[in-house]
């Protein structure tokens, strides 16, 4: 049996790309019920037909503070919370235009995310625990200049989830961060890089909870620079520093 058997999972950004691939697999690992959040409910008819009665739609942008209370009160039976929506702006700090792009980077990625843990923080801790995971990126650990903001807004993201796992250790809930390279979704869609599956990164997310992750990286690019960062960061600064924004 896996940490998912029989378990509530709510999953933000769950109509495309990862988020997706998370509801898909968990369905076939056996999990409970699937909460599969996103902003438009409608996006997800599909999902909910083919869930077996295991997946069902919530409205729920993460920027909405009172959407993220009311989706908590609704659902107070989340055991595990996949933080995975986000967005990201194709631009750079100083070839944008306005700071507009930048801002709603970290209104999504950061204070979306944060949202969600402040409001489901107290649902974990009265269900026994459970686990949060944060999808951040590989971007949290060096800035990728053609994603300038996205990659500040992740490395935020990975702050929070370090704070996050400090201060809710003692109620019990497990803090889990996702650092993936680049993945085959919309998201990446303008970029002419290689890039994994949503599904072989869900496979690699879930085989590092269940071997007690803390710190996922699902992907051979995100191994590469991760070790590449531990061992000559500003080598990896320079490398990524190379791929500009148009
Ligand atoms: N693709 C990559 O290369 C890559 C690499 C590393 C990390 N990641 C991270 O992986 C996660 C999933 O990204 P993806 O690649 O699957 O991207 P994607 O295909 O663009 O999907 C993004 C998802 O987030 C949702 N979303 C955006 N803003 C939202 C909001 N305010 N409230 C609720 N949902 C919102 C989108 O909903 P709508 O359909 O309504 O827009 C969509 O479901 C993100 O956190 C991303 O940063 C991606």
Redesign the pocket.
Known sequence: MNSFHGKTILV??????????FVETLLKSGAGKILA????PE?LNELVANGSGRVRAVR?????ADQVSAAAADHADVDILI??????ALAGFIQADTVEAARADM???YF??LNMVRAFAPVLARNGGGLIVN?????SHVNFPLLGS?SAS?AA?HSLTQAVRAELGQSGTKVVG???????????RA?DID??S?ED?VAAVLQGIATGSEDIYPDAQ?IELHSGLLADPKAVERQVGQMLPN
Do not use: F, Q
């Open positions: 933000t950004g769950a109509n495309r790309g990862i988020g997706l691939a959040a996103a902003r438009k996006s729920l942008d993460i920027t909405d933080n995975n929506a986000g967005t990201a209104e999504t990625n979306g995310t999808i951040a990126s590989i971007a996205y992740k993201v996702v650092y993936p390279g680049p993945v085959d979704t919309d998201m990446a970029l890039k994994t949503p990164i995100a």
